[in-house]
T-cell receptor, first 113, second 113 residues
């Protein structure tokens, strides 16, 4: 069974630029999560989708971050414009049921200069 | 505000040693506590604990939950260099699609020869 795929694996941008991350969940997984993990901290949930609807985006900085999951499969997370404090690993996870059964992707490491 | 606190933050041991990692929490609507191992980027699931006093065991790893005192421990016996990783504790709150995880900052374990 293929795992959660993410791209790119690494990205370096300058502040005020925009960036987009892509996630392809495990086939058949209805729930998709985006987490932000800053160095030295645990993952923080940014947004949770159930199929193509948003379940929780309470910690998503909506002035600069946006996410979508068209057709309930792939998802993209965008940052525009990026700030220095957005430097982090962005993890995507998917689950067939609830959070306790989620599988994480390899993550995208973002460095904002 | 929900809190998940892990200790120690960092630990260096010799191969063969036994280690105990701690996780305390203050979370409303607690459902379960999960442990993950994060070697590079993607956390991988170790245990889920729902009931107090029942030890979960997998090889050299074991974990137990105390819901009265609001903490959990993860034990690793006869440590090996392959155990070097960040160990994350996460608490699940809510049910169904509304469930979410709050992660601690992790304990970085380094096992030396």
């Amino acid at each position: 069974e293929a795992g959660v795929a993410q791209s790119p694996r690494y990205k370096i941008i300058e502040k005020r630029q925009s960036v987009a991350f892509w996630c392809n969940p495990i086939s058949g997984h209805a729930t998709l999560y985006w987490y932000q993990q800053i160095l030295g901290q645990g993952p923080k949930l940014l947004i949770q989708f159930q199929n193509n609807g948003v379940v929780d985006d309470s910690q998503l900085p909506k002035d600069r971050f946006s996410a979508e999951r068209l057709k309930g499969v792939d998802s993209t997370l965008k940052i525009q414009p990026a700030k220095l404090e957005d430097s982090a690993v962005y993890l995507c996870a998917s689950s067939p049921t609830g959070v306790e059964t989620q599988y994480f992707g390899p993550g995208t490491r973002l460095l904002v200069l | 505000e929900d809190k998940v606190v892990q200790s120690p933050l960092s630990l260096v041991v010799h191969e063969g040693d036994t280690v105990t990692l701690n996780c305390s929490y203050e979370v409303t609507n607690f459902r379960s506590l999960l442990w993950y191992k994060q070697e590079k980027k993607a956390p991988t699931f170790l245990f889920m604990l729902t009931s107090s006093g029942i030890e979960k065991k997998s090889g050299r790893l074991s974990s137990i939950l105390d819901k009265k005192e609001l903490f959990s421990i993860l034990n690793i016996t006869a440590t090996q260099t392959g155990d070097s990783a960040v160990y994350l504790c996460a608490v699940k709150k809510g049910t169904g699609t509304a469930s979410k995880l709050t992660f601690g900052t992790g304990t970085r374990l380094q096992v030396t020869l």
